[in-house]
C-alpha cells in the first residue's frame, strides 16, 4: 500500500510525478498501427534511468482498484461490485465481481484485496492513507469477500481504496492495458482481453518522452503521435485550430497554493493571512499564468465534490481592504525614502519557469499592498526537503487533491505531522469530524464547517484548479462529456470517423 501512497502525496506535492521534463528518446516514426495509440509527453528535466513520468502513464492505463472516484467525489464500484457498512461504521463488507483476473491469467480473489489494503505496522503514520489509519484487520470469509474491520468509524476508507491498486504475482496488474516492455522514455501496452468492463477496441498503447513539449506537440503535427499528453497554454489556441485533433481538457485534481509557515511571526497571524488572500487578483493569474483556463480556489477542497457549500464566501480581489486589515494588524508601511514595505517574507519556489512565473506575478501583487515577497527557486530535491522540514517562510506550488476529501485531511491536519510541515491546526475539530461522519448529511455539514473555517483561518492563499488539455488525433472517437482525463478512457475509444468524438 505505502508505494502507491507515498508516489502520490509525496512526490505529487509539485506535480512531481506528473510528467515535466526528461532526456530526449527517439520516437519511431511511420505510418500508423490502426488500433494503437501513440502518446507524446515531455519531460526535459528527468535523468537517463527516470522514469518517474512514464510510471504514471503507464499506471494510468494498467492499474485498477476496487473502489473509483467519480467527478463529484462519490465512490463508485470497480473491481468490488457493492459493499456495505454496519450500523456502528466499524465493519465493511466488499464483495467482488466474479470471474476476475489479472493480466498473468491469476485469479483474483479476496486474498490480493487484503494485500493491496494492508498495512505496514513499521509504516510512519504520516506516510499511510488517511483512510487507512483506524484498520484493525482485513479479513477474507470467501475468495469473493473482504471484510474490513475499523477501530472507529473512517470517512475516508473508501478513498482509501481508491488509492490502493490490485497487483498480482510479478507486479500484474487489472487494468484494461498490460505493460509490455519498457525503456528509458518509451514504454508499450497491449490490451488486455479479460478486463472486466470489457475488451478495447484499441489493441495497444505506446508511449514516448520528447526532451521538450515543443518537440512532443510537433510529434502529433506530423503524424508520429495521436496523443499530445500536455497542451501548454502557450500553444492551446495553435493545438485547437488543427484539423487533424481535437482537444479535451478536464480540471485537474491539484490546487495551486500559496502556503505559510505558522512559526514565522507574521504569517504565523490569522489576520495577515487572510489580508494577503485580498491581495491577491486570482482573475489575473489564471489569465496570465493559465492562459484562461482554470478555476479561482477558494480552499483545498476539490471544487466540484457534491458536499461543497457553494455558496459559501470566498476571498475577494480587494487590496484597499487589505492595506487596511495590515494597518490594523499594526503593520504599517514604513516611512521614508526609497522602497519600503509592512513586512517580508521569502518564498520557496521549485525551480520551474511555470512556478517561476507564477511567483514573480504573485510577488508584484504584494508588492501592491507594500509586502515583500522574496523568492528562493531551488531544485525539486531541495524543495521537497525543506517543506517536510518546515525549513521555509512560505512555498509556492501545486498539491495533490483528488476528488475526494482524504488529500485535505492530509495536508492541512496537525496530528500526525504532516509531510508538509505548516504548524497550521486551525481546522483539525472541522477535518475530525469530516473523518469520523457517518451519514450523507453529517459529511455535508462537517464540509460546510471546514470550508467556514478555512476562510476565517487560512493556512494559504488558495489561487486556482488548472485545467489540463490533451490533444487527440482525430482517429479516434473519444467518450465526450466526462470532465474527466481521457487517458483513463483509452479503453473505451474507438477508431475512426470523428462522430461523438470530443468537440476542438
Known sequence: ????????ALLCLLAACGPRGGTPSTATPGGPAPDVVRVAYSEPDAGPNDNRGLDVIVGLLSDERLVGLSRDGRPEPRLAERWDVSPDGLTWRFALRRGLTFQNGQPITSAEARAAIGIDPSTPANQTQPGLRDLVAVETPTPDEI?????????FLLEGLNLSPLTGSNESGAGP????????GKASLVRFDRYFRGRSAVAGVSIARYPSAREAWSSLMRGDADVLYEVTPE??????????????????PYVIALTFNMAHPTLGQRAVRRALNLAIDRALVIDTVAGGRGVPAADPIWPNHWARDRAAPGFAFDPQAAQAALDQAGLRKKGGTGLSSRFSFTCLVQADPRFERLALLIQRQLLGIDVDMKLEAVPMSSFRTRV????????????????G????????HSTPPSMIRTGYAGADAALDRIRSARTDAGLRSAVHDLQRRLHEDPPAVFLYWAQMSRAVSRRFVVPAGDDVDIIRSVDRWTIGGSSGAVSP
Not at 506550488?397 to 483528488?402: D, L
Open 147 to 155: 471484510v474490513v474491520r475499523l477501530k472507529r468509524p473512517n470517512a
Open 405 to 412: 476529501l482524504g488529500f485535505t485531511y492530509l495536508w492541512w
Open 177 to 184: 492495458f498490460r505493460l509490455d516492455a519498457q525503456t528509458p
Open 1 to 8: 500500500m505505502v508505494r502507491p501512497f507515498v508516489c502520490t
Open 388 to 403: 517536510a522540514s518546515g525549513r521555509y517562510d512560505a512555498f509556492l506550488g501545486e498539491m495533490a487533491a483528488s476528488s
Open 235 to 252: 500553444a492551446f489556441e495553435f493545438v485547437k485550430e488543427s484539423p487533424t485533433t481535437h482537444i479535451a481538457s478536464y480540471l485537474r
